[in-house]
Protein backbone atom coordinates (compact mmCIF):
# COMPACT_ATOMS: atom_id res chain seq x y z
CA UNK A 1 0.00 0.00 0.00
CA UNK A 2 1.36 3.77 -1.13
CA UNK A 3 1.33 6.00 1.92
CA UNK A 4 1.76 9.64 1.22
CA UNK A 5 2.89 11.58 4.32
CA UNK A 6 3.00 15.10 3.74
CA UNK A 7 3.67 16.58 7.27
CA UNK A 8 5.46 16.05 10.21
CA UNK A 9 5.61 12.17 11.20
CA UNK A 10 7.48 10.51 13.99
CA UNK A 11 10.14 8.26 12.56
CA UNK A 12 9.27 5.57 14.30
CA UNK A 13 5.81 5.32 12.72
CA UNK A 14 7.44 5.84 9.57
CA UNK A 15 9.76 2.91 9.91
CA UNK A 16 7.50 0.43 11.60
CA UNK A 17 5.27 1.07 8.26
CA UNK A 18 8.47 0.58 5.31
CA UNK A 19 9.01 -2.72 7.71
CA UNK A 20 5.53 -3.93 6.84
CA UNK A 21 6.05 -4.44 3.56
CA UNK A 22 4.70 -0.30 2.47
CA UNK A 23 5.78 2.07 0.21
CA UNK A 24 5.93 5.18 2.32
CA UNK A 25 6.74 8.77 0.46
CA UNK A 26 7.80 11.47 3.25
CA UNK A 27 7.83 15.12 2.52
CA UNK A 28 6.63 17.33 5.47
CA UNK A 29 7.42 20.14 3.22
CA UNK A 30 4.11 19.58 0.14
CA UNK A 31 1.83 22.22 0.88
CA UNK A 32 -0.81 23.82 -1.86
CA UNK A 33 0.41 23.38 -5.55
CA UNK A 34 3.51 21.20 -4.19
CA UNK A 35 0.79 19.00 -2.66
CA UNK A 36 -1.08 18.49 -5.79
CA UNK A 37 1.46 17.47 -8.02
CA UNK A 38 2.54 15.10 -5.53
CA UNK A 39 -1.07 13.44 -4.81
CA UNK A 40 -1.07 12.85 -8.84
CA UNK A 41 2.13 11.74 -9.03
CA UNK A 42 2.39 8.54 -6.53
CA UNK A 43 -1.54 8.22 -5.99
CA UNK A 44 -1.29 7.04 -2.86
CA UNK A 45 -4.11 4.72 -1.02
CA UNK A 46 -3.50 7.05 2.25
CA UNK A 47 -2.41 10.30 3.09
CA UNK A 48 -1.28 11.61 6.26
CA UNK A 49 -1.15 15.58 7.34
CA UNK A 50 -1.05 17.20 10.38
CA UNK A 51 -1.94 21.11 10.00
CA UNK A 52 -1.54 20.96 5.98
CA UNK A 53 -5.07 21.94 4.30
CA UNK A 54 -6.24 19.42 1.75
CA UNK A 55 -8.48 20.73 -0.68
CA UNK A 56 -11.13 19.67 -3.49
CA UNK A 57 -8.43 19.59 -5.99
CA UNK A 58 -6.15 17.21 -3.70
CA UNK A 59 -8.99 14.99 -2.94
CA UNK A 60 -9.72 14.61 -6.63
CA UNK A 61 -5.97 14.13 -7.63
CA UNK A 62 -5.41 10.53 -6.94
CA UNK A 63 -7.72 7.80 -8.09
CA UNK A 64 -6.78 5.48 -5.35
CA UNK A 65 -6.69 7.49 -2.38
CA UNK A 66 -9.51 6.11 0.33
CA UNK A 67 -8.17 7.09 3.30
CA UNK A 68 -6.57 11.09 4.99
CA UNK A 69 -4.92 10.44 8.59
CA UNK A 70 -5.19 13.74 10.04
CA UNK A 71 -1.87 13.69 12.53
CA UNK A 72 -3.80 15.38 15.30
CA UNK A 73 -7.15 16.21 16.17
CA UNK A 74 -9.60 19.03 14.43
CA UNK A 75 -9.78 18.31 10.85
CA UNK A 76 -11.21 21.58 10.14
CA UNK A 77 -8.02 22.27 7.69
CA UNK A 78 -9.32 18.87 5.42
CA UNK A 79 -12.45 18.96 2.63
CA UNK A 80 -14.54 16.69 4.76
CA UNK A 81 -18.00 17.41 2.38
CA UNK A 82 -15.64 16.05 -1.13
CA UNK A 83 -14.22 13.34 0.73
CA UNK A 84 -17.68 12.47 1.96
CA UNK A 85 -18.71 12.39 -1.56
CA UNK A 86 -15.69 10.91 -3.04
CA UNK A 87 -16.24 7.86 -0.72
CA UNK A 88 -12.98 8.84 1.13
CA UNK A 89 -12.46 8.26 4.98
CA UNK A 90 -11.38 10.77 7.03
CA UNK A 91 -9.59 9.81 10.26
CA UNK A 92 -7.74 11.86 13.49
CA UNK A 93 -6.30 11.35 16.43
CA UNK A 94 -8.09 12.67 19.17
CA UNK A 95 -6.90 13.37 22.32
CA UNK A 96 -3.23 12.68 21.75
CA UNK A 97 -2.42 16.25 22.03
CA UNK A 98 -4.46 17.05 25.18
CA UNK A 99 -1.35 17.14 27.55
CA UNK A 100 0.74 19.39 25.53
CA UNK A 101 -1.85 21.60 24.44
CA UNK A 102 -3.56 21.67 28.58
CA UNK A 103 0.18 22.12 29.30
CA UNK A 104 0.53 25.38 26.81
CA UNK A 105 -2.58 26.76 27.96
CA UNK A 106 -1.62 26.81 31.78
CA UNK A 107 1.69 28.75 30.45
CA UNK A 108 -0.47 31.31 28.73
CA UNK A 109 -2.34 32.15 31.96
CA UNK A 110 0.44 32.47 33.60
CA UNK A 111 2.58 34.47 31.17
CA UNK A 112 -0.15 36.46 30.96
CA UNK A 113 -0.76 37.71 34.59
CA UNK A 114 3.01 37.79 35.11
CA UNK A 115 3.89 39.56 31.76
CA UNK A 116 6.62 37.45 30.98
CA UNK A 117 7.10 37.77 27.57
CA UNK A 118 7.44 41.58 28.17
CA UNK A 119 9.41 41.27 31.47
CA UNK A 120 11.73 39.53 28.43
CA UNK A 121 11.89 41.72 26.09
CA UNK A 122 12.39 44.77 28.54
CA UNK A 123 15.58 42.68 30.00
CA UNK A 124 16.85 41.54 26.13
CA UNK A 125 16.89 45.41 25.78
CA UNK A 126 18.79 46.56 28.89
CA UNK A 127 16.21 47.62 30.92
CA UNK A 128 15.73 46.84 34.74
CA UNK A 129 12.01 47.71 35.57
CA UNK A 130 10.53 45.76 38.42
CA UNK A 131 8.22 48.54 39.35
CA UNK A 132 6.30 47.80 36.41
CA UNK A 133 6.26 44.13 35.97
CA UNK A 134 5.63 43.67 40.28
CA UNK A 135 2.04 44.12 39.81
CA UNK A 136 0.89 40.53 39.07
CA UNK A 137 -2.43 39.45 40.37
CA UNK A 138 -1.80 35.20 40.69
CA UNK A 139 -3.63 32.88 40.04
CA UNK A 140 -4.56 31.22 42.95
CA UNK A 141 -8.11 31.09 44.38
CA UNK A 142 -9.09 32.51 40.84
CA UNK A 143 -11.97 31.04 39.06
CA UNK A 144 -10.99 29.11 35.68
CA UNK A 145 -13.82 28.70 33.18
CA UNK A 146 -13.39 26.17 30.53
CA UNK A 147 -15.74 26.54 27.33
CA UNK A 148 -15.35 22.59 26.55
CA UNK A 149 -14.90 20.12 28.35
CA UNK A 150 -13.45 17.21 26.04
CA UNK A 151 -10.01 15.61 26.58
CA UNK A 152 -8.13 18.97 26.40
CA UNK A 153 -10.47 20.39 29.20
CA UNK A 154 -9.84 17.97 31.42
CA UNK A 155 -6.59 18.26 31.04
CA UNK A 156 -6.49 21.63 31.46
CA UNK A 157 -9.18 21.61 34.83
CA UNK A 158 -6.61 18.73 36.61
CA UNK A 159 -3.77 21.21 35.80
CA UNK A 160 -5.68 24.19 36.98
CA UNK A 161 -6.77 22.08 40.36
CA UNK A 162 -3.23 21.80 41.06
CA UNK A 163 -2.64 25.66 40.79
CA UNK A 164 -5.73 25.87 43.37
CA UNK A 165 -8.11 27.47 40.88
CA UNK A 166 -11.68 26.76 41.09
CA UNK A 167 -13.03 25.36 37.66
CA UNK A 168 -15.86 25.38 36.00
CA UNK A 169 -17.04 24.66 32.75
CA UNK A 170 -19.84 24.16 29.66
CA UNK A 171 -19.76 21.95 27.19
CA UNK A 172 -22.47 20.81 24.65
CA UNK A 173 -22.40 17.28 26.74
CA UNK A 174 -22.01 18.23 30.02
CA UNK A 175 -24.78 17.40 32.56
CA UNK A 176 -24.66 18.56 35.73
CA UNK A 177 -24.19 15.19 37.02
CA UNK A 178 -20.95 14.59 35.15
CA UNK A 179 -19.46 18.22 36.15
CA UNK A 180 -19.71 17.20 39.60
CA UNK A 181 -18.31 13.72 39.27
CA UNK A 182 -15.18 15.39 37.50
CA UNK A 183 -14.80 17.86 40.42
CA UNK A 184 -16.31 21.25 38.20
CA UNK A 185 -18.73 23.71 38.71
CA UNK A 186 -21.74 22.76 35.74
CA UNK A 187 -22.64 26.43 33.72
CA UNK A 188 -25.72 26.15 31.49
CA UNK A 189 -24.25 28.09 28.97
CA UNK A 190 -20.98 29.81 27.68
CA UNK A 191 -22.40 33.51 28.36
CA UNK A 192 -22.60 31.94 32.52
CA UNK A 193 -19.04 30.82 32.11
CA UNK A 194 -17.93 34.21 30.97
CA UNK A 195 -19.76 36.48 33.70
CA UNK A 196 -18.32 34.08 36.58
CA UNK A 197 -14.98 33.69 35.63
CA UNK A 198 -11.29 35.35 36.43
CA UNK A 199 -9.88 33.23 33.08
CA UNK A 200 -12.02 31.46 30.81
CA UNK A 201 -9.80 29.03 28.44
CA UNK A 202 -11.18 27.71 24.74
CA UNK A 203 -11.16 24.03 24.05
CA UNK A 204 -13.61 23.16 21.28
CA UNK A 205 -13.66 22.11 17.79
CA UNK A 206 -14.81 24.62 14.67
CA UNK A 207 -18.02 23.85 13.71
CA UNK A 208 -21.11 25.91 12.77
CA UNK A 209 -22.41 25.95 16.20
CA UNK A 210 -18.86 26.93 17.47
CA UNK A 211 -17.95 28.87 14.94
CA UNK A 212 -17.84 32.97 16.54
CA UNK A 213 -19.12 31.64 19.72
CA UNK A 214 -16.61 34.28 21.46
CA UNK A 215 -18.32 37.49 20.24
CA UNK A 216 -19.74 40.88 21.40
CA UNK A 217 -22.20 39.57 24.17
CA UNK A 218 -19.87 36.85 25.28
CA UNK A 219 -16.88 39.57 25.67
CA UNK A 220 -19.74 41.96 27.41
CA UNK A 221 -20.49 39.10 29.59
CA UNK A 222 -17.10 38.69 30.96
CA UNK A 223 -15.44 40.67 34.30
CA UNK A 224 -13.01 44.02 33.31
CA UNK A 225 -9.81 42.74 33.30
CA UNK A 226 -10.36 39.22 33.08
CA UNK A 227 -7.96 36.67 31.11
CA UNK A 228 -9.09 34.91 27.92
CA UNK A 229 -7.21 32.12 26.66
CA UNK A 230 -7.74 30.62 23.30
CA UNK A 231 -5.77 27.19 22.19
CA UNK A 232 -8.54 25.97 20.32
CA UNK A 233 -9.02 27.63 16.77
CA UNK A 234 -8.93 31.07 15.84
CA UNK A 235 -12.60 31.26 14.13
CA UNK A 236 -13.99 30.16 17.11
CA UNK A 237 -13.49 34.01 18.31
CA UNK A 238 -14.65 37.00 16.74
CA UNK A 239 -11.15 39.08 16.37
CA UNK A 240 -13.00 42.65 16.16
CA UNK A 241 -15.15 41.90 19.55
CA UNK A 242 -12.01 40.53 21.24
CA UNK A 243 -10.10 43.07 20.24
CA UNK A 244 -13.10 45.49 21.33
CA UNK A 245 -12.75 44.33 24.58
CA UNK A 246 -9.57 44.48 24.92
CA UNK A 247 -9.25 48.27 24.86
CA UNK A 248 -12.37 49.09 26.87
CA UNK A 249 -12.43 46.45 29.40
CA UNK A 250 -8.63 45.62 30.08
CA UNK A 251 -9.48 42.05 29.26
CA UNK A 252 -5.93 40.40 28.16
CA UNK A 253 -5.28 37.68 26.13
CA UNK A 254 -3.53 34.48 25.61
CA UNK A 255 -3.97 33.12 22.11
CA UNK A 256 -1.93 30.50 20.40
CA UNK A 257 -4.58 30.29 17.21
CA UNK A 258 -5.26 33.16 15.10
CA UNK A 259 -7.91 33.62 12.30
CA UNK A 260 -6.39 33.48 8.52
CA UNK A 261 -2.71 32.28 10.17
CA UNK A 262 -0.49 31.50 7.75
CA UNK A 263 -0.15 27.53 6.46
CA UNK A 264 3.52 27.86 6.33
CA UNK A 265 5.74 26.81 9.04
CA UNK A 266 7.70 29.90 8.74
CA UNK A 267 6.55 33.45 6.75
CA UNK A 268 5.87 37.11 7.26
CA UNK A 269 2.65 37.95 9.29
CA UNK A 270 0.87 40.02 11.45
CA UNK A 271 -2.68 41.02 12.65
CA UNK A 272 -4.52 43.66 14.34
CA UNK A 273 -4.97 40.89 17.40
CA UNK A 274 -1.92 39.53 17.76
CA UNK A 275 0.30 42.86 18.04
CA UNK A 276 -1.86 44.31 20.54
CA UNK A 277 0.02 45.12 23.73
CA UNK A 278 -2.73 42.95 25.66
CA UNK A 279 -1.99 40.10 23.85
CA UNK A 280 0.52 37.49 24.89
CA UNK A 281 0.79 35.17 21.38
CA UNK A 282 2.09 31.98 20.45
CA UNK A 283 2.53 30.50 16.97
CA UNK A 284 -0.31 27.44 16.69
CA UNK A 285 2.25 25.22 19.20
CA UNK A 286 -0.21 23.66 21.23
CA UNK A 287 0.29 20.36 19.97
CA UNK A 288 4.13 20.64 19.27
CA UNK A 289 5.96 18.45 21.77
CA UNK A 290 8.03 15.33 21.36
CA UNK A 291 5.94 13.68 23.35
CA UNK A 292 2.52 14.75 21.30
CA UNK A 293 4.24 13.93 18.66
CA UNK A 294 5.34 10.13 19.29
CA UNK A 295 1.72 9.83 21.06
CA UNK A 296 0.60 11.28 17.74
CA UNK A 297 2.38 8.95 15.50
CA UNK A 298 1.64 6.04 17.32
CA UNK A 299 -1.70 6.26 17.08
CA UNK A 300 -1.92 7.45 12.72
CA UNK A 301 0.35 4.07 12.93
CA UNK A 302 -2.47 2.09 14.37
CA UNK A 303 -5.18 3.38 12.29
CA UNK A 304 -3.12 3.02 9.14
CA UNK A 305 -2.21 -0.74 10.01
CA UNK A 306 -6.27 -1.16 11.21
CA UNK A 307 -6.80 -0.26 7.76
CA UNK A 308 -4.42 -2.28 5.97
CA UNK A 309 -5.43 -5.35 7.08
CA UNK A 310 -8.65 -5.05 8.10
CA UNK A 311 -10.48 -2.56 6.26
CA UNK A 312 -11.66 -0.99 9.14
CA UNK A 313 -10.96 2.93 9.67
CA UNK A 314 -10.24 3.70 13.42
CA UNK A 315 -11.24 7.29 14.48
CA UNK A 316 -13.00 8.03 11.86
CA UNK A 317 -15.00 11.35 11.32
CA UNK A 318 -16.93 11.67 8.10
CA UNK A 319 -19.06 8.27 8.37
CA UNK A 320 -22.73 8.00 8.81
CA UNK A 321 -23.42 7.60 12.45
CA UNK A 322 -27.26 7.31 11.60
CA UNK A 323 -27.59 6.02 8.38
CA UNK A 324 -31.19 6.91 7.01
CA UNK A 325 -32.32 3.12 6.53
CA UNK A 326 -36.37 2.84 6.99
CA UNK A 327 -36.09 -1.21 7.29
CA UNK A 328 -33.19 -3.99 8.44
CA UNK A 329 -33.15 -6.89 6.40
CA UNK A 330 -31.45 -10.10 8.17
CA UNK A 331 -30.47 -13.16 6.11
CA UNK A 332 -29.38 -16.25 7.77
CA UNK A 333 -27.12 -18.34 5.05
CA UNK A 334 -24.60 -20.64 4.79
CA UNK A 335 -20.97 -19.46 4.52
CA UNK A 336 -20.82 -19.90 0.79
CA UNK A 337 -19.46 -18.12 -2.52
CA UNK A 338 -21.85 -15.47 -4.38
CA UNK A 339 -24.85 -15.85 -1.77
CA UNK A 340 -24.98 -12.20 -0.77
CA UNK A 341 -24.42 -10.99 -4.40
CA UNK A 342 -27.59 -12.75 -5.11
CA UNK A 343 -29.25 -11.38 -2.40
CA UNK A 344 -28.37 -8.21 -3.66
CA UNK A 345 -29.35 -8.87 -6.69
CA UNK A 346 -32.69 -9.22 -6.01
CA UNK A 347 -32.89 -6.49 -3.67
CA UNK A 348 -31.66 -4.71 -6.87
CA UNK A 349 -34.40 -5.21 -9.34
CA UNK A 350 -36.72 -4.17 -6.76
CA UNK A 351 -35.07 -1.01 -6.68
CA UNK A 352 -34.57 -0.60 -3.13
CA UNK A 353 -30.94 0.78 -2.16
CA UNK A 354 -28.61 -0.54 0.26
CA UNK A 355 -27.76 1.68 2.69
CA UNK A 356 -25.29 0.18 5.04
CA UNK A 357 -24.49 -3.71 5.21
CA UNK A 358 -22.42 -6.41 7.85
CA UNK A 359 -21.79 -9.85 7.55
CA UNK A 360 -20.90 -11.79 10.37
CA UNK A 361 -19.81 -15.41 10.41
CA UNK A 362 -20.86 -17.60 13.48
CA UNK A 363 -18.21 -19.90 14.98
CA UNK A 364 -16.98 -22.92 12.82
CA UNK A 365 -17.35 -21.04 9.52
CA UNK A 366 -20.51 -22.53 8.11
CA UNK A 367 -23.14 -20.31 8.85
CA UNK A 368 -23.13 -16.12 8.30
CA UNK A 369 -26.04 -13.02 9.52
CA UNK A 370 -26.41 -10.71 6.97
CA UNK A 371 -27.38 -7.36 8.60
CA UNK A 372 -28.66 -4.77 5.73
CA UNK A 373 -30.20 -1.54 5.78
CA UNK A 374 -32.90 -0.76 2.93
CA UNK A 375 -34.16 2.68 2.06
CA UNK A 376 -37.48 0.89 1.56
CA UNK A 377 -39.53 -1.90 2.90
CA UNK A 378 -39.24 -5.02 0.65
CA UNK A 379 -42.69 -6.39 -0.43
CA UNK A 380 -43.63 -10.27 0.33
CA UNK A 381 -42.75 -10.82 -2.90
CA UNK A 382 -39.47 -9.79 -2.66
CA UNK A 383 -38.28 -11.33 0.30
CA UNK A 384 -39.55 -14.50 -1.12
CA UNK A 385 -37.68 -13.98 -4.30
CA UNK A 386 -34.52 -13.59 -2.12
CA UNK A 387 -35.55 -17.09 -0.69
CA UNK A 388 -35.55 -18.58 -3.57
CA UNK A 389 -32.34 -17.12 -5.13
CA UNK A 390 -30.03 -19.23 -3.66
CA UNK A 391 -30.39 -22.89 -1.23
CA UNK A 392 -27.90 -21.54 1.37
CA UNK A 393 -30.34 -19.05 2.39
CA UNK A 394 -32.11 -20.23 5.30
CA UNK A 395 -34.51 -17.27 6.55
CA UNK A 396 -35.25 -13.66 5.45
CA UNK A 397 -36.72 -11.70 8.09
CA UNK A 398 -37.10 -7.77 7.68
CA UNK A 399 -38.15 -5.07 10.40
CA UNK A 400 -39.11 -1.74 10.08
CA UNK A 401 -36.64 1.00 11.78
CA UNK A 402 -37.81 2.83 15.03
Known amino acids: MKILIADKFAESARDMLAAEGHEVVFDPELKDGALLSALGEHNPKVLVVRSTKVTTDMLNAPANLALVVRAGAGVNTIDIATASKLGIYVSNCPGKNAVAVAELAIGLMLAVDRRIPDNAAQLREGLWNKKEFGKARGIKGCTLGLIGLGAIGKEVASRAKALEMEVIAWSRSLTEKTAKLLGVG ?189 DKEPTEAVRKAICAASDAIISVSVQARN
Not at 200 to 220: I, Y
Not at 237 to 262: H, Q, S, T, Y
Not at 301 to 310: D, H, M, Y
Open 186 to 374: FCSSPLEVARNSDIVSVHVAVTGDTKGLCNSDFFAAMKDGAFFINTSRGEVVDEGALIDAMNKKAIRAGLDVFCNEPAAGSDQWKSDLSAHSFVVGTHHIGASTEQATTAIGDEALRVIQTFASTGEVLNCVNLEDNPPASHIMSVRHANRVGVLAKVLHEVQLAGINVLNMENQLFQGDEAATATIGL
